[in-house]
């Protein structure tokens, strides 16, 4: 798939890879309803892509954990631009030692790494049937393939969302959906950010490195384009650059 003239729904939108994919997509002529909770960031990023008095982006709060804000992602793109084309459930949080903290914060980053990829992705065959097809990519993570103790709920919901998006690899045929999944190592990012106090985390990231963000939205690039890409994932990781793990692991 081509993405100039595209309309792109992209969830976590507003900083790292969610921004900078709105940026890459409206550089290649596609239309970006952007949804997340970091109002400043999302006004900003907007002004900064809508220029010449062109509407390329519309940013909108969404907490992805309520799907009436979802809902109202795909609304706005129906009604502004006329249907969806691409769908991107980039929207992630994660904490070091969410399960052993005895309170419940485990709970909120299943609902946001893994229950709204699902219904984003229920909204968005919805949608992108009206258009005869069309592409859904995820974020994944390396972590999906290599546990880390310090964070098992968050590498339990990459790893089912890796599961979950090649389960839907028929999808391809039935539909002309085809949806992926993009499994990053560590790169910049407001989370990374957080996450790189901790000493456990910190000599992880150490041991693995970065990998730059430009490559991680190359990965995302090639999913739209690839046209034979349907239930893969792309790794992303310092040792390859974009490597398709298909129905195995690694």
Same mark, same amino acid.
């Given at each position: ?19 900078? *994919? ?34 390329? $982006? /519309? ?11 979802? &809902? ?26 969410? @399960? #052993? ?21 229920? *909204? ?16 994944? =993570? ?10 098992? %709920? ?5 790893? $089912?969302?890796?599961? @979950?998006?090649?389960? *839907?690899?028929?999808?391809?045929? +039935? ?9 990053? &190592? #560590? ?17 992880? $990231?150490?041991? @693995? ?7 991680? %939205?190359?990965? @995302? /690039? ?6 034979? *890409?349907?239930?893969? +994932? /792309?790794?992303?990781? +310092?040792?390859?650059? =974009?490597?398709?793990?298909?129905? &195995?692991?690694?």
């Amino acid at each position: 798939m081509q993405i100039k003239d595209k309309v792109v729904i992209l969830t976590g939108g507003a900083n790292g890879i969610g921004a900078a *994919l709105a940026r890459r997509l409206v550089s290649e002529g596609a239309r970006v309803i952007i949804g997340d909770i970091d109002r400043k960031a999302g006004q900003e990023l907007i002004t900064e892509l809508n220029q010449n008095n062109k509407v390329n $982006a /519309i940013f909108i709060f969404c907490d992805v954990t309520n799907f009436d804000h979802l &809902s109202q992602l795909f609304d706005t793109a129906q009604n502004t631009f006329g249907g969806v084309d691409i769908v991107f459930n980039n929207a992630g949080i994660g904490q070091e030692n969410e @399960f #052993y903290d005895q309170t419940n914060r485990w709970i909120k980053i299943i609902d946001v790494n893994l229950n709204a990829v699902i219904k984003g992705t229920q *909204l968005g065959i919805q949608y992108l049937k009206k258009r005869g097809g069309g592409v859904i990519i995820n974020t994944a =993570s390396m972590s999906a393939f290599y546990p880390v103790s310090y964070s098992p %709920i968050y590498s339990t919901t990459k790893r $089912a969302v890796v599961g @979950f998006t090649q389960s *839907l690899r028929d999808l391809k045929d +039935t539909d002309k959906i085809r949806v992926n999944a993009v499994a990053p &190592s #560590y790169f910049e990012s407001n989370l990374t950010q957080e996450l790189l106090k901790s000493k456990e985390y910190g000599q992880a $990231a150490k041991n @693995f490195g970065f990998v730059p963000i430009d490559d991680v %939205i190359a990965a @995302f /690039i090639r999913i739209i384009q690839d046209d034979k *890409l349907a239930g893969d +994932t /792309i790794a992303v990781t +310092t040792r390859y650059k =974009s490597k398709i793990i298909s129905k &195995s692991s690694l």
